[in-house]
């Protein structure tokens, strides 16, 4: 009984930890927001400087979760459960290398070359992505499907506004090549961030079904 009590504990810990790098992830993915809109080259190293802790957090929960599979074997729900919080993490540190791939866009960037359209779309998609990011770990919280398949029609509106810049672009706006090709980067990073929020509403169906939702 102690064993058990042990790996409870262990996992609740695991729980616990990823719920913490997921609070980080959303915090960085706002300051992300914010170093585009003022093209803050401070904010921007700062950003990119604070990726390590990300790495720092995946490898922990991996190797946490790694050592209760291998030491006490659980099956079932725990198992998924283990398996889960990992293939999450790994989710959460792509999405602040993502963070950092924006930054690094931003440092080459000057204020006058961004026209107000651009910076609104930007603002929108980084907030919608945040806001997806936040309704994953309130998926996993709770073990919620609906919120799962929210996360879809969440996905949508960030698309839309990903596809919109190139739209914009074929009717003839004469912003700068150059300009153009920064922001659909980071149009394209924001949108990438929404993509894995989606993956964890399918991790968290695997969790509670057992399934596999097909592609």
Known sequence: MELRKDFHEQLDELYTELLRMGSDLMETIEKTRLCFLGLDNDMADEIIAGDDVFDEYRDHLEEGGLELIARQ???????????IIMRIASHFERMADLCEDISTVVKSMQSDQIPTWMRDSIDEMARRANSMVERSI???????????????????????????????????????????????????????????AVDIGEHVRFMVEGTITPE
């Open 73 to 83: 074997a659980p099956v079932a729900i725990d198992l998924r459960l283990i398996i």
């Open 138 to 196: 309130d998926c996993f919280k709770e073990r919620n499907l609906e919120l799962a398949a929210e996360l879809d029609i969440m996905d949508d509106a960030v698309d839309r506004l990903n596809r919109g810049f190139f739209k914009e672009f074929d009717r003839g706006r004469e912003e700068e090549l150059d300009v153009a090709i920064r922001v659909i980067m980071i149009s394209r990073f924001f949108e990438r961030i929404a993509d894995h």
